[in-house]
């Protein structure tokens, strides 16, 4: 079964470019990001890497961890680290997880159950580890998504959907499209016009279903 929305994610334990651990353990009561790829020493992931690396700060500011899965082990990683910082100038001071048995790929629906890395094997093996998991404090999936082995993904598009995430979850509110940190937010409909002032203070009614206001 699709691990869906709000699921609770899997638990499982795993060597790391950083030393073994439990998954759950390791989130905490922090956000957490879970972000695949298919092989060690390929281009596009090495670009990823290294602007999850430039962005620690970021993560940091928004009490996040960020954890990277590969289907090679742990010394491949440790490698691999220093072309990624060759091409970001940052270290990558996330741990990498060794997913050579496949076991967190298939735990998250990335690979079908009878998946195998054949001999000589190619970043097209397994393709679709190339996704991305949000993941709340309370261990429940928030948001997926998964990238083509050509498209590179956009990373400020995730810290700005960590933003809209950690907000409405914050404040019980909704978000629009392309919305950022500082614009209005929407008060959901199940809340009543009464309520709703009382919660947010004054809002703007552009539908009877769709009233926005600022977070104070």
Same mark, same amino acid.
């Given at each position: 079964m699709s691990l869906r929305i709000n699921a609770v994610v899997p638990d499982f334990e795993a060597d790391t470019s950083q030393g073994p651990i439990r998954f759950h353990d390791w989130i905490g009561d922090s956000w957490a990001i879970l972000f695949s790829h298919p092989k060690d020493f390929t281009p596009v992931c090495t670009t990823e890497f290294g602007a999850v690396a430039t962005l %620690?700060? &970021?993560? &940091? $500011?928004? +009490?996040? $961890? #960020?954890? +990277?899965? %590969? #289907?090679? +082990?742990?010394?491949?990683? $440790?490698r691999w680290a220093d072309d990624i910082e060759k091409v970001c100038g940052n270290s990558v001071g996330f741990p990498i997880i060794a997913d050579e048995g496949l076991t967190v790929s298939k735990l998250f629906d990335m690979l079908p159950e009878d998946a195998y890395l054949p001999d000589g094997r190619t970043p097209a093996d397994s393709a679709t580890v190339r996704s991305v998991f949000i993941i709340g404090p309370d261990k429940q999936l928030k948001l997926s998504m998964t990238y083509p082995m050509t498209v590179g993904r956009n990373f400020a598009e995730i810290l700005r959907a960590l933003d809209a995430l950690q907000a409405t979850a914050k404040h019980g509110v909704a978000t629009p499209a392309d919305w950022t940190v500082g614009q209005d937010v929407i008060i959901p409909p199940s809340i009543s016009d009464e309520d709703a002032k009382q919660k947010f203070g004054e809002f703007e009614a552009v539908l009877p279903y769709l009233r926005k206001t600022k977070l104070r």
């Open positions: %620690s700060a &970021e993560w &940091e $500011k928004r +009490g996040t $961890k #960020v954890i +990277g899965v %590969s #289907v090679d +082990g742990v010394e491949d990683h $440790k």
